[in-house]
């Protein structure tokens, strides 16, 4: 086993990591995981895959991926005479070329009858527009017909339409009023139970939600990434890989705290009683990140 293999396998172990939970971490497949720790690279693909699995590997284990390549540098065979690392022969590559071609060949059609149908929707669209814009400059034009009715003691149906319209407006006014007051009240509440940072050691990050024995933790993926969540009572609330676009929402209540151990951070986001937490490590520091929010316990 090679050097470069030897630091990645002692890193995943440390991690927790076995060969299958870092295939579906990566999405490499687990036999050149193993080739990699092995240092047999004769089973790759090609030194551009070779490259980049090492650096994915690295990342994922939190190693530093510029060492790990320079250790594969040191350690890789020479290339055959004649041929650079990594380049498919001319054959592979003009056969790839007739495949791109004959598959623009193909769309092309589909693209220019897509243009027609936007092309058409836009036209008619804008018909639609004048005509309703015709219209309303034709009711504009219209002369103002209504009859004002003199009603006793010398007041239009119209003065009393204004009396009437001012008493609605002072009312409308008192419900703002009402819904401002409520509005800063709510405002008060949150600002109450406002989530902030304490510290970091290591990979943990702690912070603390102040005025509230309650959190609802929404995480949200954007990559792909495994998250597990679990309390101060040992109770777990999830642990399974989050996708892209998908969301879980975790409440917990009644406990000292909530953990979350997330593999790749650059992947997820957390949002703790409506406020976006912001990660204190950065992403490209520490991928994989343990997160302990602390309660307020009110019982």
């Not at 089973?43 to 980049?52: D, E, L, N, Q, S």
């Not at 005509?131 to 239009?156: F, I, L």
């Not at 603390?208 to 109770?235: H, P, Q």
């Amino acid at each position: 086993m090679s050097e470069l293999g030897a630091r990645l396998k002692q890193a995943r172990k440390e991690k927790g990591y076995s060969l299958d939970d870092l295939q579906e971490l990566t999405k490499i497949q687990k036999r050149y995981l193993s080739a990699i720790e092995e240092g047999d690279f004769g089973i790759m693909p090609g030194t551009f895959y070779v490259r980049a699995f090492i650096k994915q590997y690295a990342e994922a284990v939190g190693l530093d991926p510029d060492e790990m390549l320079a250790l594969y540098k040191a350690e890789a065979p020479a290339p055959a005479p004649g041929q650079e690392p990594g380049m498919p022969a001319p054959a592979m590559r003009r056969s790839t070329m007739a495949r791109r071609s004959g598959r623009a060949a193909e769309v092309m059609p589909k693209v220019i009858l897509a243009l027609f149908i936007v092309l058409a929707v836009a036209i008619v669209w804008f018909l639609s527009q004048m005509t309703a814009s015709n219209s309303k400059d034709e009711e504009r034009q219209e002369p103002d017909r209504s009859v004002k009715v003199e009603q006793p003691g010398g007041q239009t149906a119209s003065g009393q339409q204004s009396a009437a319209d001012e008493e609605s407006e002072a009312v409308d006014a008192d419900s703002d009023e009402e819904a401002a007051d409520e509005t800063a009240g709510a405002e008060e509440e949150k600002s109450a139970a406002a989530l902030s940072f304490d510290r970091s050691e290591g990979e943990t990050s702690y912070y603390s939600l102040a005025g509230a024995d309650t959190a609802t933790v929404m995480v949200k993926g954007s990559g792909r990434s495994w998250v597990t969540a679990t309390d101060s009572a040992g109770a777990q609330h999830l642990s399974r890989t989050v996708e892209s676009g998908q969301e879980e929402t975790i409440e917990v209540s009644g406990v000292d705290w909530i953990r979350l151990r997330i593999g790749y951070t650059p992947g997820v986001s957390l949002i703790v009683n409506g406020q976006k937490l912001e990660y204190e490590i950065p992403e490209t520091e520490r991928v994989t990140q343990n997160i302990v929010i602390q309660l307020a316990n009110k019982q």
